[in-house]
């Protein structure tokens, strides 16, 4: 997807239904800082240079990276270096805005962007999606609803937070973003999910307290947010117990359920942002619905989400999020096509597809050997497969992950067939609509 300015012409024609138009706001240049670039994948640059962004590297990188049209190297760990040098910058050029490279180097590149008057998250936002503890200490304050949660150091103050909260509870770090929670279910569970949680703290550097929170039953949900100016829209939603690895599945709400209504989720959602005082930038907020109808926060990630989120809001809705970001850190307003949502409820989870053309009303996941890769780059396979996406263009743990596309279900699994007659690609679905 392109990113467009919008200009003055009256003779200009309306974007295309999912595209993203920027209305540039006095910026009158694509020169984009990348905070943290030695983390930065090389999916990441690629897509902020294809959306026109001229790429300036903060932080050291062992390899070249093309995309980059300078390189300022100064080491992150001093802010006030980092502030300082990348002001020099700006005052030989002007820099529209500034972005992380991860969610590591979001409070860093707010920092900066505050420092020179650019539009950021904001300090607190991006802080408080990074430490579990300070998140729930500011929603707490907001009458936002949580789960139950306390903070421990080790496992005697664990067992006397289970002994509070009751069981079941998740387990892990409070701060970053080393590994998923361990559930714990029985008491005999807690020592060797304190002792886990425990090893990704100490190998990840990040501090010394575990979170340890209820388990509420309920459908979880990934709300994928994008604010400008404090004004949050609802991109997409993504049903968290979808996973290429799993057995879970995207669903239609049942028209009776209460969040049939986008509106719904948007004002949970944007509670949850306004507390954090999240001023532009893209976001995800975790929610549990429990059977009763009640609704939790159960996380809020700044910064973009990842790969797996990105590649369905793009087959989903045509939506670039990380063109996005970059438009909203150099203070510009995308104008995003509406959340499908009708009175009827019939609001669609991703990955249902609603869109046109190379966007199909349905899609499977699968899985597959990384050595029997279709290598897309020929025009002969990609021209041939253009409903094939890979997710990984490097497999991990021995499996590669992508997506086939098609009008229905029916469409989807005929073109997996196709894989394994015409490709002689083996594969083990992971989860389909």
């Not at 970001?325 to 995003?336: D, E, F, S």
């Amino acid at each position: 997807m392109t990113l467009a300015l919008h200009t003055e012409d009256p003779d200009a024609q309306p974007p295309a239904k999912g595209e993203l138009v920027a209305q540039a706001s006095g910026v009158g240049t694509r020169d984009l800082v990348v905070v943290g670039v030695g983390e930065a994948g090389p999916r990441l640059l690629d897509r902020l240079s294809a959306a026109g962004w001229r790429l300036i590297g903060v932080g050291g990188r062992t390899d070249p990276a093309p995309q980059l049209a300078e390189q300022l190297d100064v080491p992150l760990w001093s802010p006030e270096l980092v502030i300082r040098t990348v002001r020099a910058r700006a005052d030989r050029a002007p820099i529209a805005g500034i972005v992380g490279a991860t969610g590591e180097h979001l409070a860093l590149a707010a920092q900066v962007a505050d420092a020179l008057g650019l539009h950021s998250a904001g300090v607190l936002a991006a802080t408080a999606s990074r430490d579990a503890g300070v998140l729930r200490s500011v929603l707490g304050v907001a009458n936002v609803p949580l789960p139950a949660w306390r903070l421990v150091r080790d496992e005697l103050e664990a067992v006397a937070a289970v002994s509070a909260l009751g069981l079941p509870v998740l387990v892990r770090p409070a701060r970053g973003e080393a590994g998923g929670p361990n559930r714990v279910g029985q008491p005999v569970d807690l020592a060797p999910a304190v002792a886990a949680a425990s090893a990704l703290r100490s190998q990840a550097d990040q501090g010394p307290d575990l979170l340890i929170e209820q388990d509420v039953p309920g459908r979880r949900l990934g709300v994928v947010c994008a604010t400008s100016d404090g004004r949050t829209t609802v991109v997409a939603v993504r049903d968290l117990a979808f996973d290429p690895l799993g057995s879970g599945r995207g669903e239609v709400v049942d028209p009776g359920s209460p969040l049939s209504s986008a509106g719904y989720l948007s004002r949970t959602a944007s509670a949850a942002l306004t507390a954090l005082r999240l001023r532009d930038g893209i976001s995800q907020v975790d929610l549990i619905l429990d059977p009763g109808g009640s609704v939790y926060v159960s996380d809020v990630r700044c910064g973009l989400p990842d790969e797996l989120t990105l590649m369905l809001v793009r087959l989903a809705y045509g939506i670039d999020l990380t063109a996005v970001a970059a438009a909203l850190a150099a203070g510009l307003t995308p104008a995003l096509p509406p959340h499908p949502d009708g009175p009827n409820g019939a609001f669609r989870w991703m990955p249902a597809i609603p869109g046109e053309d190379q966007r199909a009303a349905a899609l499977a996941y699968f899985t597959l050997d990384p050595h029997q890769l279709p290598d897309t780059r020929h025009d002969s396979i990609r021209a041939a497969t253009p409903w094939l996406h890979l997710l990984d263009a490097e497999a991990s743990q021995g499996a590669a992950r992508a997506v086939v596309t098609g009008a229905n279900a029916r469409q989807c699994h005929a073109r997996l067939r196709r894989l394994r007659t015409d490709l002689v690609v083996s594969y083990r679905l992971g989860g389909r609509l």
